[in-house]
Nanobody, 126 residues
């Protein structure tokens, strides 16, 4: 069983930055793919970024087109943490952000993830 806890959300002006954190329990977390998703009011949960394990100490990062070049996902396995650095934030980035772990299917498909955190609110004002 893996428990995930997100933090780092808040209110920021357009053009600003935030770093979200996803902390996890579990000894095998380093082998799990981890994804960040977001859900705005009245909208479906959408893929933001993911980092997948390739074996050994190698990982691959993936991004939605809407955040490519602005967001960066990283992980610190020693701390069981995954981060989402968000720069050049836009009002349309406003949403509750969730981290998920251990997808059993595609990394960009929310329904394939086994574990989820409770979410953290990000609000970007114009």
């Amino acid at each position: 069983q893996v428990q995930l806890v997100e933090s780092g959300g808040g209110l920021v002006q357009a053009g600003g930055s935030l770093r979200l954190s996803c902390g996890a329990s579990g000894r095998t977390f380093r082998t799990y793919a981890v994804g960040w998703f977001r859900q705005a009011p009245g909208k479906e949960r959408e893929f933001v970024a993911a980092i997948t394990w390739n074996g050994g100490n190698t990982y691959t990062a993936y991004y939605a087109d809407s955040v490519k070049g602005r967001f960066s996902i990283s992980r610190d396995n020693a701390k069981n943490m995954v981060y989402l650095q968000m720069n050049s934030l836009k009002p349309e980035d406003t949403a509750v952000y969730y981290c998920g772990a251990h997808p059993r299917g595609g990394y960009s498909e929310s329904q394939s993830y086994t574990y989820w955190g409770q979410g953290t609110q990000v609000t970007v004002s114009s």
